[in-house]
């Protein structure tokens, strides 16, 4: 990203801080506000890192993908389907369970992936409309065997299911013992699973052969074919490894935020994702600044809920949580509108391989 945008993250980080921390300093000290801002927009801006990689490693290939959403809620289901149904039936240990659960969830988002490529490669179905059918396939499926498997009158299993919790904060020796900033360095294992993958993504598109390749079927795929590039080949990779990754976002709702699963939790993440993705210039570095302003919208609300009742005078406005919840999405339309600067995506993006 250049230095524009980046000062424009540091800014709106900045005034959220700010804000939470004029909010709730004569209850609290300014630096343990400010630790527990950066801290939880860390975490919460998880699936939002993760989508927008899931995005980046797909664009990047020439093919857009506006099924993120889907994606991420049904790796959502399948994640917590499958971690309580190995605890309950299996009788398997927690930690166990919840790793099988990640498992799922990777697995599912990358089949969605998988169905994704073959619309959008072999079958050279317009895009859009692919992600579009994956998010609508997403919806009505989750809620179908959300219904009748766990919930419904025509549950037929007979076994009452329990979730096994969620995935315990991972104590990192050192830097989670440095006093007020040590809860920053003690996350969750996707939360960090999601900084290391931006680091992974970025050599591997930017370093590496392979990643040369996946960025010249995007830009321009006949000169790549000429060269000996299967370019259905690596649009396929790129987007079931972008649909695995979307999964593991999706995991982050049942295994690690709330053990449980609701119909269309995900609440637009993934539509956020795909502007964190475009903000960030389709560059995993810039989606995970993009991620992070996003997050820290939501932080803000997550520790206003801890001060609202002391509220007064100019900030009273800010006692009733769905104002303040409505920020990550008007940062989205003031992205998605271009008023922050004009962005490139790839050039083949969005464009079906006839060769």
Same mark, same amino acid.
């Given at each position: 990203?250049?230095? !524009?945008?980046? $000062?424009? @993250? ?8 700010? =804000? ?5 300093? %004569? ?19 998880? %699936? ?10 797909? #664009?990047? $290939? ?6 993120? #959403? ?5 790796? =959502?289901?399948?994640?917590? =389907?499958? $971690? ?25 988002? *990358? ?19 692919? *992600? ?5 396939? $997403? ?15 025509? &549950?037929?299993?007979?076994? &009452? ?18 006093? @007020? ?17 931006? @680091? ?11 990643? /040369? ?18 370019? !259905? ?9 972008? *649909? ?24 637009? !993440? ?9 903000? *960030?210039?389709?560059? %995993?570095?810039? =989606?995970?600044?993009?991620?992070? /302003? ?13 001060? !609202? ?26 992205? /998605? ?7 490139? %995506? ?10």
């Amino acid at each position: 990203m250049e230095t !524009r945008r980046h $000062a424009f @993250v540091a800014l709106i980080v900045a005034v959220l801080i700010g =804000a939470a921390v004029l909010a709730g300093v %004569p209850r609290v000290s300014a630096a343990s506000i400010v630790a527990s801002m950066i801290a939880t927009t860390i975490a919460v801006a998880t %699936p939002l890192i993760l989508g927008a990689l899931s995005g980046v490693l797909c #664009e990047r $290939a020439g093919v857009v993908n506006l099924g993120i #959403e889907g994606m991420m809620l049904t790796a =959502a289901f399948f994640g917590w =389907a499958s $971690a309580s149904y190995a605890s309950t039936v299996w009788g398997l240990p927690p930690s166990i369970s919840l790793l099988l659960g990640v498992a799922g969830a990777i697995i599912s988002g *990358g089949l969605l992936g998988l169905v994704h490529a073959a619309l959008s490669v072999t079958f050279r179905v317009d895009q859009i409309i692919g *992600g579009t059918v994956i998010n609508l396939l $997403a919806v009505g499926l989750t809620g179908f065997l959300n219904r009748q498997l766990f919930f419904g009158s025509g &549950s037929s299993s007979g076994v &009452s299911y329990a979730s096994p919790g969620v995935l315990p904060r991972v104590h990192l020796p050192g830097l989670a013992d440095l006093p @007020v900033v040590g809860r920053v360095f003690e996350q969750q294992p996707i939360t960090l699973a999601a900084i290391a993958l931006v @680091v992974v993504t970025h050599i591997a598109l930017f370093r590496t052969r392979w990643g /040369l390749r996946v960025r010249a079927v995007g830009e321009h795929p006949q000169a790549a074919a000429t060269v000996g590039i299967d370019v !259905r080949r690596m649009r396929y990779q790129s987007v079931i490894l972008g *649909g695995c990754v979307a999964g593991l976002g999706g995991a982050y709702f049942t295994l690690e935020s709330v053990p449980s699963f609701e119909p269309l939790m995900t609440n637009g !993440r993934g539509f956020i994702a795909l502007a964190a993705m475009i903000f *960030g210039n389709w560059t %995993p570095t810039g =989606a995970l600044a993009a991620a992070l /302003l996003f997050g820290s919208a939501q932080a803000l609300q997550i520790n206003l809920q801890m001060f !609202r009742e002391q509220l007064s005078g100019a900030w009273s406005f800010l006692q009733h949580s769905s104002i303040v919840g409505l920020l990550p999405y008007l940062l989205t339309l003031l992205i /998605l509108t271009g008023v922050i600067g004009r962005t490139t %995506p790839p050039a083949a993006d969005g464009k079906p391989y006839d060769g």
